[in-house]
């Protein structure tokens, strides 16, 4: 995806990206959470219903440290 271009030139690119970084940093992080989820569905939806990034096919892969002792488990 390309950067959003902006057509009113009184305001500067950094001052935008400032007034965003502000208000997203004064949410909870709770709210930081469903913020960032709804970017991802209006990411999706603006590929089309394609999600950016799709699995490899390997699934999660989760493994134990050796250096715990397994009698812990």
């Known amino acids: 995806m390309?950067?959003?271009?902006?057509y009113h030139s009184d305001v500067a690119r950094e001052e935008i990206e400032r007034n965003h970084e502000v208000k997203f940093l004064s949410?909870?992080?709770?709210?930081?959470?469903f913020e960032l989820v709804?970017?991802?569905k209006?990411?999706?939806?603006?590929n089309?219903?394609?999600?950016?990034?799709?699995?490899?096919?390997k699934g999660i892969?989760?493994?134990k440290?050796?250096?715990i002792d397994n009698k812990y488990y």
């Open 2 to 6: 390309g950067r959003l271009k902006i």
């Open 27 to 33: 949410l909870s992080a709770e709210d930081r959470f």
């Open 38 to 40: 709804k970017l991802n």
């Open 42 to 46: 209006l990411a999706v939806l603006m």
């Open 48 to 57: 089309g219903g394609k999600p950016l990034k799709a699995p490899q096919g």
């Open 61 to 63: 892969l989760i493994r």
């Open 65 to 67: 440290s050796n250096l």
